[in-house]
């Protein structure tokens, strides 16, 4: 029996571990996405730890875990100045209006500069308008392709060409139209808000284009004469008929969409000075502290973090709007 | 007999592929009497669903016409509803819905809402899928999907009921089923009905005539037979039918003998239902062909 024991291949001793696992579905489920952050995080460390910069030596997760603390202290820190600011100015204005009641009352706004915190909702704010600008162009524009092949063939060309153009190629014709064109001193958004937002557009209008025309081509021909026997009128056919049928393929684009919008938006920041999150990597970038680069890294791993949250929050979506509940989707 | 209610007419059809011209039909003369149930059969790639979409105005002809009830076919509509093969149901619609969907679009001037929800659970009471309205198509069988899916054709009340091969796909049970239901629904509303089949006993079984085409290329009606057995028919009693018995040897007759079945080309091998050789060569052995077309039961 003893012998038997010891002669367990480390093979077989791994499968008496996953064996021992399967018991419990959510112990799997967490002890191997555990296993595989633990892993990175050594190898991260291991790795910083011999590489030196002029601004000193790479941040490992320590030090980038102690940059996250700061930050969230500069946040509330900042928090605090500005409530402080606005109870002296209600204090002052309270005071004002004792003495005179008909006294002319500025209403002043905090100019603090603007938190991690700050950065992040305006990247998201930002990512969030180019997203629907794109997708109400997008989603439109690709039923119409599928629907008549003559229109795809007439834009097919064109999406061809413009599809790989790179974000920063547009930012500089999207900063001059905006300028041209808008003016921002009566207006609902900043002219930097419109810059990237419409670079977001252009560049993730494509994915939710193309998969939009496959998934509306691709309806079953059955289905299709179905509706040409009922007779169907054109409104209710994409209603009932089309946007049902392509509804994977759609957000199969707008995945891609979303994920190419936000590595685009981190870019367009960067390169526009557009506040955000590309902003605050370029400002620390220009800062040069020895705690540049651990903020760096914080914006960086907040980037990945946030992309991933926005992924799934369409996954959950599509979740809910499939009319397939048994599909596998990934 | 010459009310010609449905009168196909010199029709010819010629499919332009990638260059090549490919006649797939030619002088289709066929006329039906209101309330008449046609089969077609014949071998694969034949045609026969190629007619069955030019009635249903799907495709256009080449040459020669389609008048139904008077009015010449020019596109589709749901006076000509199709029962397809592969029961064509929308999977995100409800069983309701799905009938729903019909019968809002051609009852939406003429019947109130009320008088529409009436309808549409009337039509699924008669092919027994009332218990299932919420039920989603991948929830149900195959039989049920197709029974639906007739329901829905029925729904529409059509001048003609055009199908497709509408039980090819169903194991032999569900198939003998439904080909009861059909009869006595039949038998009820007086449709006319142009069926598409594969099997040589739901031809003789539902039809007042079976109309057998010769094979392709440029297909055309070869001979047609009429079935003069009186009705309601029961599958049971006529099994033993002499009528019967000698109705079936003549369309045998014609499928395999005067049309034998060709080698089976690439375009007819993607046709989902094909007259496999295992069952000729039984057929020619004597065997008792039962049911030819047992071949679905393992689908």
């Known amino acids: 029996m003893r012998n038997e024991a010891l002669r367990i291949t480390p093979h077989e001793r791994l499968e008496q571990l996953v064996e021992a696992l399967r018991g419990g579905n959510w112990l799997k489920a967490l002890v191997f996405p555990m296993l595989g952050i633990l892993a990175f995080l050594m190898v991260w460390h291991l790795c910083a730890s011999r590489i030196d910069t002029s601004l000193g030596q790479f941040p490992g997760p320590v030090q980038v875990w102690e940059q996250v603390q700061n930050l969230g202290a500069e946040h509330v820190r900042e928090r605090e100045k500005a409530a402080a600011f606005y109870e002296r100015l209600r204090e002052r204005n309270a005071k004002k209006l004792a003495a005179d009641p008909n006294a002319v009352i500025k209403d002043r706004q905090y100019t603090g500069k603007p938190t991690f915190a700050d950065q992040i909702i305006t990247s998201l704010l930002t990512v969030a308008a180019g997203f629907l600008i794109a997708n109400l162009i997008a989603i439109p524009l690709g039923i119409v392709c599928g629907l008549s092949s003559g229109i795809y063939k007439a834009l097919n060309p064109v999406i061809q060409v413009l ?75 994409v209603r009932k008929i089309v946007i049902p049928a392509a509804i994977p393929m759609i957000f199969t684009g707008l995945r891609l969409s979303l994920a190419t919008g936000w590595m685009v938006l981190i870019a367009a920041e960067m390169l526009a000075q ?53 599909a596998l989707l990934r | 007999m010459n009310k010609r209610y449905l009168d196909i007419t010199d029709v010819g059809i010629e499919f332009d592929t990638s260059g090549k011209k490919f006649r797939a039909l030619q002088k289709v003369n066929l006329k039906l009497d209101k309330g008449e149930f046609v089969s077609l059969i014949g071998h694969s790639g034949c045609g026969k669903s190629t007619v069955l979409n030019i009635v249903a105005g799907l495709y256009q002809a080449t040459e020669g016409g389609v008048c139904l009830d008077g009015k ?51 039509n699924l009471r008669l092919v027994n899928m009332d218990h299932a309205l919420d039920k989603l198509p991948g929830e149900i069988s195959g039989g049920m999907k197709q029974r639906v899916g007739i329901a829905r054709c029925l729904a529409m009340q059509p001048k003609v009921l055009l199908m497709d091969e509408p039980f090819g ?35 003789v079984l539902l039809s007042d005539r079976i109309v057998m085409m010769t094979n392709g290329p440029a297909a055309t009606i070869g001979e047609i037979l009429p079935v003069n057995l009186e009705r309601p028919r029961d599958r049971l009693e006529l099994a033993e039918d002499r009528e019967f018995v000698h109705l079936r ?34 057929v020619q052995a004597g065997a008792p062909p039962e049911r030819p077309g047992n071949d679905f039961e393992a689908a």
């Open chain 2, 72 to 122: 010449e076919v020019s596109e589709p509509g749901p006076d000509r509803a199709v029962v397809f093969q592969n029961h064509s149901l929308m999977p995100w619609l409800s069983v309701y819905d799905n009938v729903a969907l019909a019968v809002n679009q051609v009852f939406r001037k003429s019947k109130s809402k009320a008088e529409r929800k009436a309808w549409v659970e009337h």
């Open chain 1, 163 to 237: 599809k790989p153009v790179s974000p920063l190629a547009w930012l500089p014709l999207v900063t001059m139209v905006v300028s041209a064109t808008y003016s921002s001193d009566d207006s609902l958004f900043d002219k930097s808000f419109l810059n990237s937002a419409i670079t977001v557009a252009l560049c993730c209008l494509w994915p939710t284009l193309i998969n939009t025309i496959v998934g509306v081509t691709n309806i079953d021909r059955d289905l299709v004469n179905v509706s040409r026997v009922m007779a169907l009128s054109p409104m209710v056919h």
């Open chain 2, 169 to 203: 796909a169903l194991d032999a049970l569900t198939r003998a089923q439904l080909q009861d239901s059909l009869m006595k629904i039949q038998a009820e509303l007086g449709n006319t009905v142009i069926m598409i089949t594969h099997d040589v006993d739901e031809a």
């Open chain 2, 249 to 282: 040897q003549q369309v045998l007759e014609f499928l395999y003998a005067k049309q034998s079945a060709r080698e089976p080309t690439v375009a007819a091998s993607a046709a989902v239902v094909e007259t496999t050789s295992p069952k000729l060569a039984a």
């Open chain 1, 274 to 326: 557009n506040p955000g999150l590309g902003k605050f990597v370029w400002d620390e970038f220009q800062n040069g502290s020895s705690s540049s680069l651990g903020r760096i890294m914080v914006a960086v791993l907040a980037i990945g973090l946030i992309g991933f949250m926005l992924d799934k929050l369409m996954l959950t979506l599509q979740k809910r709007v499939s009319w397939d509940k048994t």
